[in-house]
């Protein structure tokens, strides 16, 4: 690939990426019916945001499970700032975040890129082997060489002209059906580009999860949960292997990058859109998981109890939860309720506190969650 200006990858019309674009385009404009509460659903999203920053993370070299993690949100929140692997993922969802809170206001220029690389290497080390840059925000001044690559990204010089092509590449008015493709090229782009020190990785990945939100893959509450990592980090070596490809800047390296991206973001935003069906929620993921905490010695069977009937029936009330602790009085039970809402295992639905919802969000379900959906196939091996 030369320094030119990127250029519109267009498929042959039988092409198999065309066929993808294809079923991605009703992918994007299928209105999710969700009937999974929107309290359920938001605990999902941030579990997934633990997944998505996990996942880059471990694509750079950070070797920190998703078990790990949780355990240490759980009991060592006070030295996560002085844990580098640690404080590298939860970077990497504060960008996640901020990118979910601008939406679609914000355009996505090169100010927008500047401030999330800042956000992924905040606080970290930049001596040799760390994970930070001396210089957060700013395109690199020197030349550089990419561990177990043959590709040389371009001299320092050119860094401003080449991002300012991308920016102004994304942004341009083409078609509605090459989106899902320019997505693809950008993120290749912006990875041969490494217009950063370090942090390119990570902060290319959030700029696909920033474009996929802009082209219509709404993460509104009870919507849709969107998981690009998944894409990439599901095998790290296809990752490189496709990119490297790519990186030839034929035609058919280009069409096998842009097949990787497409084929893995439709079956990922196929899956978790299953999530949104309670009844599939509920069924394969939370009662197993509630049957998986106490069969682990994480809650005893009295709570596994409540937590089965509030999971199968998803909100309740006292007069629901009673059955499983037996003949008592209601005091009693309302007594016990707020133990569970003080562990953090039931939560009020409203204000009143007369409607409880499930909270897994938790050391005692989380890791069983996790667990279950790996085994319903939504989570790489990569990262558990």
């Not at 177990?148 to 002209?161: F, K, M, N, V």
Request: contains cysteine; charged residues 25%; negative net charge.
């Amino acid at each position: 690939m030369d320094t030119d200006k990127i250029k519109l990858f267009v498929p042959d019309f039988d092409s198999h990426l065309v066929t993808l674009v294809l079923e991605l385009e009703h992918l994007r404009r299928l209105q999710v019916s969700s009937t999974t509460h929107p309290i359920v659903f938001l605990q999902l999203k941030r579990l997934f945001h633990i997944l998505e920053s996990v996942g880059s993370a471990r694509i750079e070299g950070n070797n920190t499970t998703v078990a790990e993690y949780l355990e240490m949100q759980a009991n060592d929140v006070g030295r996560t700032q002085d844990n580098e692997k640690f404080r590298e993922i939860q970077n990497i969802e504060a960008a996640l975040q901020y990118i979910e809170n601008i939406g679609t206001e914000r355009p996505i220029n090169e100010c927008f890129l500047r401030e999330v690389h800042h956000l992924v290497v905040d606080g970290l080390s930049w001596n040799p082997g760390g994970e930070g840059d001396e210089n957060a925000g700013n395109y690199r001044q020197y030349s550089v060489r990419i561990n177990g690559s043959d590709h040389t990204p371009p001299d320092a010089i050119l860094i401003p002209q080449l991002m300012k092509d991308l920016v102004q590449f994304i942004n341009r008015q083409d078609n509605p059906q090459f989106d899902l493709i320019k997505i693809a090229q950008a993120h290749h782009r912006f990875v041969w580009i490494h217009p950063f020190g370090n942090g390119n990785g990570r902060t290319v990945r959030l700029f696909t999860y920033a474009l996929l939100i802009r082209a219509g893959f709404k993460v509104d509450i009870a919507g849709r949960i969107i998981n690009p990592t998944a894409v990439f980090c599901s095998n790290r070596d296809d990752y490189y292997r496709h990119l490297s490809e790519a990186d030839k800047g034929t035609k058919i390296g280009m069409e096998r990058w842009c097949t990787y991206v497409l084929s893995g973001l439709r079956s990922e935003i196929s899956k978790v859109n299953q999530l949104s069906n309670y009844e599939y929620l509920s069924g394969s993921i939370l009662q197993p998981a509630i049957e998986d905490a106490f069969a682990n010695g994480r809650i005893g069977q009295e709570t596994a109890k409540v937590l089965e009937i509030v999971a199968k029936n998803q909100v309740v009330m006292n007069r629901d939860i009673k059955p499983a602790y037996g003949n008592v009085s209601q005091s009693t039970v309302s007594r016990k309720i707020k133990e569970l809402i003080d562990e953090e295992v039931l939560m009020p639905e409203g204000d009143n506190g007369r409607k409880y919802i499930l909270c897994f969000s938790n050391k005692y379900i989380m890791p069983s969650i996790v667990k279950r959906l790996s085994v319903e196939g939504f989570l790489p091996d990569a990262i558990l």
